[in-house]
C-alpha cells in the first residue's frame, strides 16, 4: 500500500512549501493528538490564482479546484507538524468557506474539492465530518479558504 506523499506524487501534485502566515497565527496547532490547521487559501507561488466571489467572477467548478489547491496547502502545514502524513490516522473536520454571490448555493460542491482530494490522498482516513459555509468575502478576495482538524500518532 502507497504512503499519502506517494499518492500525492501519482495525482501529479507535490507538497508545497507551508503558506506563510497572514497575519498574527502559527499555520498548525496541536493539542494531544489532535492538530488543527489555520484557514489556508489556495495560494500557488505566493499568489491566488482567482479572485472575487463564487457565483459571480469565479465559476463553481473553478472554486472547487481552488478548495482543492487549499486542502493540499492544509496538507503541507499538517505535514511540517507531524513529519510524515503516514502518521495521520484520521481526517476529522473540514471546514470550508465559500466566498459567495448572493443567489450563490453550491457551497457543499465547491468544498467537495477538497474532500475528494482527502479521500485519494488518505483512503478511508480521509473521510471526515464538514461544513461548508458561504461568507460575504474572504482574506486577500479569495474565493475559497479551507481548515481541518487531524488525528496523528
Known sequence: MSTPEERIEELGLEVPDVVAPLASYVPTARTGNLVYTSGQLPIVDGKLP????????????????????????????LKAEVGELSRVRRIVKVVGFVASAPDFHGQPQVINGASDLLGEVFGDAGRHARSAVGVAVLPKDAPVEIELIAEVE
Open 50 to 77: 482567482a479572485t472575487g466571489k463564487v457565483g459571480a467572477e469565479v465559476t463553481e467548478e473553478q472554486a472547487a479546484e481552488l478548495a482543492r489547491t487549499a486542502a493540499l496547502n492544509a496538507i503541507a502545514a
